[in-house]
């Protein structure tokens, strides 16, 4: 089989394309053969060296596929044969097949593509947890997503809908007509304006509930600020730390810098102003599977409601994945990245 290796730290040319024997099943294994594979900011992350949960290099990134089972381990119900599978995966999922247990199996909803399912795992427990779990959004509340035209901001953006929350999203002006369209209430376009202004000026000064940051350092203290009370602060990334990098040092430069630039927030403060802060990490939550299966269990009964529809904005072959880290860069994409083998 062939999978997407990364070499070493560096740009786009430490990608490459191997060929290694096919897997065969542990006994508590199941082998699915990848039709489609997610890219996530995390694997651009882990390219740069600024990803410090990633495995050592050279590996395999990926956290979910879509695909159909191929084999199953002695200890595995035979059911799951030939079955269309959507999957969760630690690492390695960009391969033309991985290797999972079973809690991390789910059956591929009928009425999704495989590149529209392996759309779900990732962007879509991440807004769930954010919104609902942690976030514990209201329909009389307002929420601001922060990167709302990306694929966690999409998702973030259907479940809001769905609360029937008044929802706010930063995104760059080209990608207000699509987002605006989906149901987004006020497009803000930070690349021309100052984010927290417009909000403030749309709000009348008052901020909202509940924000979703992936932006990280001097960000979060701004995103704290227009809070209203009770107002809650959800942090799930540092994407602003790899703009202008490559790898090596000044990638490790970049990460130093967002660090000092990053809050404190003091338990005093937070009893003043009646706020909340929490973070999301889904690389942490391996030992909560029974937990990530009710979740999982939920974003599927929304795709089988109608509610949660995972948006594909481009597919990249395996040989192109070097395009598909650049596109996501380059903030091109409106909701979810693909690779296919």
């Known amino acids: 089989m062939r999978q997407i290796v990364n070499t070493s730290i560096g740009g786009y040319e430490v990608l490459e394309v191997q060929e290694v024997p096919d897997l065969e099943p542990d006994s508590n294994e199941i082998i699915i053969n990848v039709k489609a594979s997610g890219l996530n900011f995390a694997d651009i992350l882990a390219r740069k060296g600024q990803y410090p949960d990633g495995p050592s290099k050279p590996c395999v990134m990926g956290y979910e596929v879509s695909g ?15 079955k269309e599978v959507v999957a969760t995966t630690r690492f390695k999922g960009q391969a033309e097949q ?13 009425r999704l593509s495989f590149k529209e399912a392996a759309a779900l795992p990732v962007n879509y427990l991440t ?11 209201g329909s009389y509340e307002s929420i601001l997503i922060h990167n709302v035209g990306g694929g966690v901001g999409i998702a973030a953006l259907d479940i809001a809908k769905h609360i029937g929350a008044t929802t706010y999203g930063t995104s760059s002006k080209r990608k207000h007509k699509f987002l605006t369209e989906r149901g987004l209430d006020y497009a803000i376009d930070y690349r021309n304006k100052d984010w927290y202004e417009e909000l403030m000026e749309l709000t009348d000064g008052k901020g909202v509930e509940l924000i979703t940051d992936p932006l990280g350092g001097k960000e979060w203290k701004r995103s704290y600020k227009a809070l209203r009370a009770t107002g809650r602060l959800g ?3 540092i994407s602003s730390a ?13 990460m130093l810098k967002m660090v000092v630039q990053m809050p404190f927030f003091h338990p005093l403060s937070l009893l003043e102003k009646n706020r909340g802060v929490f973070g999301v990490n889904l690389g942490h ?21 109608g509610w949660v529809n995972p948006h594909v904005d481009a597919t990249f072959s395996f040989d192109n994945v070097g395009e598909a880290h650049q596109y996501i860069e380059e903030r091109k994409n409106i909701g979810k990245v693909i690779l296919t083998p």
């Open 68 to 82: 159909v089972v191929d084999s199953v381990g002695d200890q595995v119900d035979d059911k799951w044969l030939d």
């Open 98 to 110: 991985v290797a999972v247990r079973e809690a991390q199996l789910f059956e591929k909803p009928d």
């Open 127 to 137: 807004a769930h947890i954010l919104i609902q779990v942690m976030g514990s959004l």
């Open 235 to 237: 942090m799930f990334g």
């Open 242 to 254: 790899s703009e202008g990098t490559t790898g090596g040092i000044g990638a490790m430069w970049s």
């Open 285 to 305: 939550l391996w030992h909560e599977p029974e937990k990530a299966k009710i979740w999982m269990n939920d974003i599927l009964k929304g795709v089988e409601d």
